[in-house]
């Protein structure tokens, strides 16, 4: 049986992880690629690397990055931020990510998932999705870090980017994100019945439960965290164990 | 002895090349080199083919290099050169593909490589992550790979068996999902060992010390 996902995200600046209340209020947690291995050991399913910064300048300390931790960890790396074409893609994949995530250059150009995906496979491209709630049951994407509105449902551009080839959705609600009071389930639930690709539900993550109510709840295939994680508070086995004892598959190592 | 993985276009193979050069390593079992050249293929011990991406791109990517077809082949079927393949790599060891055309294989394990079509319309296609091995078989490179261990995917076609006696292991997924297959000095692996942390550094350790 498929066993659902714990996903630590490590959000990157300039080369250290950060992680950011709402997006701001950035706190130094580390350096990436000693998080990964410690992660790797602790049983995380796969990991996350989203590069906040992400500038033409800084791209290479990505590189090094994404080098230096696949030749540590073998299991599967995401990453994401800043990622605007097809060379962009190739790079990364080269680097060493096993799969690299669109999100803002989806926005602007959703056939750039589909020049990605005939180049790479669907298996490889994810597409971020940034929502806030406009009303009840509505969600719009907002792009550049929560600031930019765009007008774009959010489940509708879910279903618009899996047909260009999107292999799997990251879709963080940015009303949570930070605030440690659970998964937007609603959104989570709208774009998991909406698309057939796995869904990876973020933003919001404050205790064990969050994790179990996006899957059985928010129907998602994958849970992404960071706080929660990278302070300490739970363990990637304390949460595992938690989720399997509410009946959820889990991969218990 | 060398060890190649053959990089024709077709995904990434760093951390491949990275998980075998560890594991032969540990293992004392030579060197480990990517590559495309006919030359090496033929000079290998033992030849990994990954792959990533769809079928027939694949196909296309391995006729597109001059000779690189051939010495695999002449390596494989002639001189019995342990061969091991990964994801799209495993499924081309089957008759045909049927991803988008239909396209012919290596022919080697009889099989063709068709969607998953799971019986349980929640399950989504991808097939991806983790999920438990079901041995079906004993083979060498499945030594102290026990029913229950996990191995990580990433596939939405796999192999569907017209010789089930080429089945090694298999995963639930909705029904059955082709995971390992093997025969003579062929294997294949529709996960992908070099992300599958315990299991997987386990099989490519048992790969390189296999001696069919």
């Known amino acids: 049986m498929l066993k659902t996902r714990i996903i630590p995200c490590l959000d990157v600046a300039d080369g250290r992880v950060v992680k950011g209340v709402n997006f701001v209020d950035l706190i130094d947690a580390g350096d990436p690629v000693e998080q990964a291995r410690a992660y790797d050991a602790a049983g995380a399913d796969e990991l996350c690397f989203l590069d906040i910064h992400a500038t033409h300048e800084n791209r290479g300390t990505m590189y090094d990055l994404a080098t230096r931790t696949a030749e540590q960890c073998f299991m599967p790396l995401t990453i994401g931020g800043g990622v605007r074409t097809v060379e962009d893609v190739r790079n990364l994949l080269l680097a060493g990510a096993d799969k690299v995530s669109f999100n803002s250059a989806a926005v602007a150009d959703p056939d750039v998932v589909a020049r990605a995906a005939d180049k790479f496979g669907s298996q490889c491209i994810v597409v971020a999705i940034d929502a806030k709630t406009v009303s009840p049951g509505k969600w719009e994407i907002f792009t550049h870090g929560g600031r930019k509105p765009t007008g774009i449902d959010a489940v509708e551009f879910a279903k618009l980017v899996t047909q260009k080839g999107a292999g799997e959705i990251l879709l963080t609600s940015m009303d949570r994100d930070g605030t440690k009071s659970g998964f937007n389930l609603p959104l989570t639930r709208a774009v998991s019945d909406a698309v057939n690709v796995p869904v990876i539900a973020s933003g919001g993550v404050g205790n064990l439960d969050h994790l179990v109510e996006g899957v059985t709840i928010g129907k998602a295939s994958a849970v992404l965290a960071a706080s929660i994680f990278h302070f300490g508070t739970y363990t990637i086995g304390e949460a595992k164990a938690h989720m399997a004892k509410a009946g959820i598959p889990m991969r218990l190592t | 002895m060398t060890t190649v993985l053959i990089d024709y276009d077709s995904g990434n193979l760093h951390s491949a090349e990275k998980a075998f050069q560890r594991m032969a390593h540990e293992t004392g079992q030579g060197a480990v080199r990517v590559t495309n050249?006919?030359?090496?293929?033929?000079?290998?011990?033992?030849?990994?083919?990954?792959?990533?991406?769809?079928?027939?791109?694949?196909?296309?990517?391995?006729?597109?290099?001059?000779?690189?077809?051939?010495?695999?082949?002449?390596?494989?079927?002639?001189?019995?050169?342990?061969?091991?393949?990964?994801?799209?790599?495993?499924?081309?060891?089957?008759?045909?593909?049927?991803?988008?055309?239909?396209?012919?294989?290596?022919?080697?394990?009889?099989?063709?490589?068709?969607?998953?079509?799971?019986?349980?319309?929640?399950?989504?296609?991808?097939?991806?992550?983790?999920?438990?091995?079901?041995?079906?078989?004993?083979?060498?490179?499945?030594?102290?790979?026990?029913?229950?261990?996990?191995?990580?995917?990433?596939?939405?076609?796999?192999?569907?068996?017209?010789?089930?006696?080429?089945?090694?292991?298999?995963?639930?997924?909705?029904?059955?999902?082709?995971?390992?297959?093997?025969?003579?000095?062929?294997?294949?692996?529709?996960?992908?060992?070099?992300?599958?942390?315990?299991?997987?550094?386990?099989?490519?350790?048992?790969?390189?010390?296999?001696?069919?």
């Open chain 2, 37 to 212: 050249r006919p030359e090496d293929v033929a000079a290998a011990s033992r030849i990994v083919l990954p792959g990533d991406g769809a079928f027939p791109a694949c196909r296309r990517g391995l006729a597109a290099i001059d000779g690189l077809e051939e010495a695999i082949v002449e390596a494989v079927t002639k001189r019995a050169i342990p061969f091991l393949g990964i994801c799209v790599g495993m499924q081309m060891l089957a008759n045909e593909g049927h991803e988008y055309e239909t396209v012919a294989g290596f022919g080697w394990v009889a099989a063709d490589v068709r969607k998953i079509t799971p019986n349980d319309l929640a399950l989504k296609v991808p097939h991806m992550g983790w999920n438990d091995l079901v041995i079906d078989q004993p083979h060498p490179v499945l030594e102290g790979i026990i029913t229950g261990a996990h191995a990580y995917f990433v596939h939405s076609y796999h192999m569907e068996m017209r010789d089930p006696a080429h089945r090694l292991a298999h995963c639930d997924y909705g029904g059955d999902v082709t995971a390992i297959v093997g025969h003579a000095n062929m294997i294949g692996t529709q996960f992908h060992p070099e992300k599958s942390q315990e299991a997987g550094l386990r099989l490519i350790a048992n790969f390189l010390d296999w001696a069919p």
